[in-house]
């Protein structure tokens, strides 16, 4: 394992859809898991940016900017490969807008695709979710446990979320995937 490995950041989340029609009995088991902190509600816009040709798709990267409150977060990730449990590499910067900062690309896998970028970045898609968010203790780590509803629209076409995403939030050695607790969601 390489210096640069362990100094990446990275994310390790589980997701998983739930009928609509659900939503209050998800809401309602979360609540009776042990060491879960009370929820946090927040609204989440999110626009995705690429450019037209899917420079960062076919690179295995994706570029967002996300706006909850008056506060804007720039997020690259790079890896993962679909799975359940997906596992990737994550850089995020606090920014000024919605719009995506290249400069901060620098110290990421991107930096080499700067030329390709500047100034072809356009939004491929927008989510607008509704977040209930529980923290939950769980052996040496944290996990965040995060109901969304809400909508994915790209151009006139769009979808319906309905999810529980669970995030491990501190260090841990796999205790995302081994919590019997969680599993039963």
């Known amino acids: 394992m390489t210096d640069q490995h362990l100094s990446t950041p990275q994310e390790i989340e589980l997701k998983l859809d739930f009928p609509a029609e659900a939503h209050a009995l998800v809401a309602q088991h979360v609540t009776l898991l042990e060491n879960v902190a009370p929820v946090v509600h927040t609204h989440l816009v999110t626009i995705y940016y690429d450019t037209p040709d899917l420079t960062l798709s076919r690179s295995g990267l994706s570029l967002r900017v996300r706006r909850s409150g008056r506060h804007h977060v720039q997020t690259l990730k790079s890896g993962g490969d679909n799975a359940l449990a997906t596992h ?46 529980h923290m939950m203790k769980c052996e040496d780590a944290v996990i965040e446990i995060a109901i969304d509803e809400g909508s994915v629209r790209a151009g006139k076409t769009e979808e319906q979320v309905h999810e529980v995403e669970l995030e491990r939030k501190l260090p841990a050695t796999d205790a995302l995937l081994n919590t019997s607790g969680l599993v039963q969601l």
């Open 88 to 133: 990737r590499n994550e850089w995020e910067w606090p920014v000024r807008t919605t719009r995506p900062d290249i400069t901060l690309l620098d110290v990421t896998p991107a930096a080499i695709l700067k030329p390709m970028l500047d100034g072809k970045l356009v939004p491929i898609f927008r989510s607008n979710i509704q977040r209930a968010i």
